[in-house]
């Protein structure tokens, strides 16, 4: 099975840097997504990593290393409406290659 | 745009009732999901399917029933709800090892 950790809250300022770190443990690895949630809303999906390294899409960058079973989401330049909740999940390497998700980080940006 | 739908976005039902879980998607996505999301346990897998007849267990199935008689439509079943499932329900499909796409979610009481 999966087990996955990421920090429950953080909080930051409009403008700044934040990075969401999460690890995991793994029986077996297909690739780690980001996803975002807003409250009340349905996860999107942000950001993939299968092979070491980092994978910039605007704003928004994704770094991984699978020796240390570790990933974390960057977002630059935060802006209030990236308050919301990020879940980290990992896809296993099964037949419909299902994910395991974190339970989430609430960011919460302010002025 | 991928779509992902799901029957109602909220539902109350009476313990002991059946309740029927409707998703359907239009990108003809081989795999299809049911989770339930709750406060401080994230996402939790109930059952998925990765072909038509096709069905597997998650992480917590009990008390759950799916079917799949077709690729887009893909149902979820309370045989007999208990408070205990009162959740917000989430259908995702995806193509291949691809993202994940989630629909509007329903937001299910049981009383």
């Known amino acids: 099975g999966q087990n996955i950790d990421q920090p429950t809250e953080m909080t930051a300022t409009e403008g700044a840097i934040v990075q969401i770190n999460c690890t995991y443990q793994t029986s077996g690895f297909n690739g780690l997504f980001w996803y975002q949630q807003h409250a009340g809303e349905a996860p999107t999906f942000l950001s993939y990593n299968v092979l070491d390294g980092l994978e910039e899409k605007g704003r928004f960058s994704s770094f991984l290393s699978r020796s240390k079973g570790y990933s974390y989401l960057l977002l630059k330049e935060l802006q209030m409406k990236d308050s919301a909740s990020y879940l980290c999940?990992?896809?296993?390497?099964?037949?419909?290659?299902?994910?395991?998700f974190g339970d989430g980080t609430t960011l919460t940006v302010k002025p | 745009d991928v779509k992902v739908t799901q029957s109602s976005r909220y539902l109350v039902k009476r313990t002991g009732e059946k309740v029927f879980l409707e998703c359907v998607q239009d990108m003809d996505h081989e795999n299809m999901f049911w989770y339930r999301q709750d406060p401080g346990l994230g996402l939790r897998l109930i059952y998925f399917s990765y072909d038509v007849k096709m069905k597997e267990k998650g992480d917590i199935p009990e008390g759950y029933s799916v079917s799949r008689e077709k690729k887009e439509r893909f149902s979820l079943i309370l045989e007999s709800a208990s408070t205990n499932q009162t959740s917000m329900y989430l259908c995702?499909?995806?193509?291949?090892?691809?993202?994940?796409?989630f629909g509007p979610g329903t937001r299910l009481t049981v009383l």
């Open positions: 995702a499909s995806t193509l291949g090892e691809n993202e994940q796409f």
């Open positions: 999940a990992v896809r296993d390497n099964t037949n419909a290659g299902k994910s395991t």
